[in-house]
Nanobody, 124 residues
Framework: QVQLVESGGGSVQAGGSLRLSCAAS????????MGWFRQAPGKEREVVAT?????RYADSVKGRFTISQDNTKNTVYLQMNSLKPEDTGMYYC????????????????????WGQGTQVTVSS
């Protein structure tokens, strides 16, 4: 059974940094679509970044966030720098082990497995 466990969320002031981690278990393929998504209160879930054969970012985080993957640890990271109050939300990692290309999805459609989320709060 595939499981995803996020960690690393917290409260920071604007301009600060956080690194989120997503530990995955229950699958062995290294070529998979991985993604980070977020949802703010009262808003729809939105993509932050996806990784597979290519990485791709939402326009709102380009140049500030970096998605990376350590296949030896089955862990995906999201390094978040220059955080803004509008980055506040629950952050979820997601996995689709059946794909490695065309991973980008604005809503997360196509991603089969999801973590429980980790809260990020950025104060001004």
């Amino acid at each position: 059974q595939v499981q995803l466990v996020e960690s690393g969320g917290g409260s920071v002031q604007a301009g600060g940094s956080l690194r989120l981690s997503c530990a995955a278990s229950g699958y062995t393929r290294s070529r998979t679509c991985m993604g980070w998504f977020r949802q703010a209160p009262g808003k729809e879930r939105e993509v932050v970044a996806t990784g597979g054969i290519y990485t791709r970012y939402a326009d709102s985080v380009k140049g500030r966030f970096t998605i990376s993957q350590d296949n030896t640890k089955n862990t995906v990271y999201l390094q978040m720098n220059s955080l803004k109050p509008e980055d506040t939300g629950m952050y979820y990692c997601a996995l689709d082990p059946k794909r490695w290309t065309d991973c980008y999805s604005t809503t997360g459609a196509g991603f089969t497995y999801w973590g429980q989320g980790t809260q990020v709060t950025v104060s001004s």
